[in-house]
């Protein structure tokens, strides 16, 4: 339903300054120019005056609702909104019904779902045959990642469209409009302008919503807020971060790809942004060993114990002290010479145990402790590494019924340097023996 300030398409005095300054046309809209501008996709839906069935997947505050909006509008649509948060299998009814009936009689409906993630599966599922049929032109909104919240059949009939966050030219026009709306200036510094738009962190309506807390601020203060104060008024915001969903995936990807690519002060920055944002220290913790045996391995063994040793300090001092072990580690593996040979090579070890999973091991190195086992031909001919005279017998260790592989391949980094010149002179010694049983 609309009251007469929404029909008439006046705000009330009252009204929120976001909701004042909610776009009235397309053009208006911000930071979404890949999707709105010239050529872009739902541009081109508008302008051929037929919207097809979408879902607007973005950050809070990137305007899903008002684009929503505008498009029902601009196409001569009906707009009718649910939320999921708030709405059951009864509202759902009753609004494909209300599509039906304008369908009947020739209006098409645009039907905006809010937080569709939160409707289950079989919710979604209802949802099909009103798509199908053209009763409703689709359009939901979410913050999460549809491929994991949604069901693959509704994502299967609507085209799926990434809404960015705002950066700081689009959080800037924002600013300029609601001081043209209000007849007044923010009454802030340059320095703690560029502060409150970075406070914002790419959310429109929390950047108006700020903007008109400081607008009330500016008839009795005759000086600019600076940095400090800004912050004393302001209370800093909660960092976009839900350690269940998309979000904590990305941030972790984006730690474990830092050291990865040896870079200590971006793995740092994602460190703190992970542990700003609420997450568990002991699940970095665990990532990081992770990463010392994934990326580094042999090419710097210390980082295992380093890593280790992080856990175990940050177990035994706790938060906040602790922390900074888990950030001395990660530096220390960022720096790391790095070799995923030891993790390929299990991997490739893995692989071909399951292929000869039933071969037995060669007999001169199976245990022989009764003298059937001994008759057998267990243990003959096994040669004692240590009594040969460079330590190294060159027996052949692969069952008889398999050709030697090479699985560890050392890439000569760091202390794999050595590791790898050792490797090629035993393996030019074995092939210069023949030792029973060797390959």
């Known amino acids: 339903m609309t009251d007469l300030f929404e029909a008439s398409g006046i705000h009330p005095p009252d009204a929120p300054l976001a909701d004042r300054l909610r776009p009235a046309t397309l053009d208006e809209v911000v930071g979404q120019d890949h999707l709105l501008g010239e050529g872009g996709p739902i541009r081109r839906m508008v302008d051929a005056g037929r919207l097809g069935s979408m879902i607007l997947w973005g950050p809070p505050g990137t305007g899903k609702t008002t684009i929503a909006r505008l498009l029902a509008a601009a196409a001569g649509y009906q707009f009718q909104q649910i939320s999921a948060v708030f709405s059951g299998v009864a509202d759902l009814k009753k609004a494909f019904e209300a599509a039906r009936m304008r369908r009947a009689a020739g209006q098409s409906t645009l039907l905006f779902v809010d937080e569709i993630h939160r409707f289950n599966r079989a919710q979604q599922d209802g949802f099909l ?82 903007s008109e807390v400081l607008f009330d601020l500016a008839d009795t203060r005759p000086e600019p807020l600076d940095v400090q104060t800004l912050a004393g008024i302001l209370q800093k915001r909660a960092p976009a971060y839900d350690k269940s969903r998309e979000e904590h995936y990305n941030l972790i990807s984006a730690l474990h790809k830092s050291v990865r690519g040896s870079d200590p002060d971006a793995a740092l920055y994602w460190l703190a942004r992970m542990l700003n944002g609420g997450e568990d220290p002991l699940y970095l913790a665990r990532r990081i060993v992770r990463m010392a045996v994934e990326d580094i391995g042999e090419a710097d063994p210390l980082s295992l114990l380093v890593a280790n040793a992080a856990r ?46 039933s071969l ?61 010149a050792r490797l090629e002179r035993w393996a030019a010694m074995r092939a210069a023996r023949a030792w029973p049983g060797a390959g």
Not at 138 to 163: D, H, I, K, M
Not at 165 to 179: G, S, T, V, W
Not at 368 to 374: E, Y
């Open 129 to 210: 045959p009103f798509v199908e049929e053209g009763v409703i032109t689709l359009v939901g909104a979410t913050t999460e990642n549809p491929s994991f919240e949604l069901n693959g059949a509704l994502l299967s009939r609507s085209q799926v469209y990434v809404l960015k966050r705002l950066d700081d030219a689009a959080l800037d026009q924002l600013l300029i409009r609601a001081e043209a709306q209000e007849g007044k200036t923010l009454p802030l510094t340059t320095e703690a302008r560029q502060a409150l738009t970075a406070l914002a962190d790419g959310d429109g309506r929390y950047l108006l919503t700020m």
């Open 312 to 357: 175990d300090t940050y177990d035994f001092l706790g938060s906040p002290e602790g922390e900074l072990a888990l950030a001395q580690a990660v530096v220390h593996l960022a720096t790391a010479p790095k070799s995923v040979g030891v993790y390929e090579a299990f991997k490739a070890a893995k692989k071909a145990a399951a292929e000869t999973g």
């Open 360 to 420: 037995m091991p060669p007999a001169h190195i199976r245990n022989a402790p009764t003298q059937l086992m001994k008759s057998l031909g267990y243990g003959k001919g096994y040669a004692y590494d240590p009594d040969t005279p460079e330590g190294f017998s060159g027996a052949n260790f692969f069952p008889d019924e398999m050709e030697r592989r090479t699985f560890y391949r050392p890439k000569g980094e760091g202390h794999e340097e050595k590791v790898k």
